[in-house]
């Protein structure tokens, strides 16, 4: 009779378990459903996708790694950065800049052999493009930056061989 007894004992409880491990199942699953879709709001909120760029960012014409040349902008330079409302500090951005280049373009061979030459004239526009920002900008969001470096770039040699503006500031 003992040995009864204990066989439906373990067997309630062997029930309870399977019930609770079920209750748990759901609970943990409606939770780690909402946490996914708060990380997917919060990546669509500052537009980063799970798989990559959106297309809008990757660009019209992409060019190889094989079809790039980088000329890296000579020397470090240390950009005055503007100040922010209430904020009596200096501020200045120092690094270095490098541009890519589409080796395949027409353009390429033009102005390829007198990059270093230009480098007083990428210099200027770098300056007067980061100068714009505060510290507070610079450091939160890049992108608009470069951006605005390599459409002025851009205009300047009246072409598109430039296709691309790197660069690692150190924000003091």
């Known amino acids: 009779m003992k040995r009864n007894l204990l066989s439906i004992i373990i067997l309630a409880l062997l029930v309870v ?20 879709a708060l990380v997917s709001d919060i990546a669509t909120i500052i537009g980063v996708e799970i798989n990559g760029l959106p297309q809008s960012d990757v660009g019209g014409a992409s060019v190889s790694m094989a079809d790039t040349a980088v000329h890296n902008v000579a020397g470090e330079l240390t950009i005055p950065l503007k100040k922010s409302e209430g904020d009596e500090d200096d501020h200045y951005a120092v690094g270095s800049v490098s541009l890519s280049l589409d080796s395949k373009h027409a353009d390429y061979k ?63």
């Open 17 to 36: 378990n399977i019930v609770l491990s079920a209750i748990m199942m759901v609970s943990v699953s409606s939770a780690s459903k909402k946490t996914a």
């Open 110 to 172: 033009k102005y390829s052999e007198t990059m270093s030459d230009m480098d007083g004239i990428i210099k200027d526009i770098v300056f007067s493009v980061m100068a714009k920002y505060t510290i507070d900008e610079a450091r939160t969001d890049a992108e608009p930056i470069k951006t605005e470096i390599l459409e002025k770039l851009q205009e300047r040699f009246d072409s598109t061989f430039i296709y691309s503006v790197s660069f690692n500031f150190l924000y003091s």
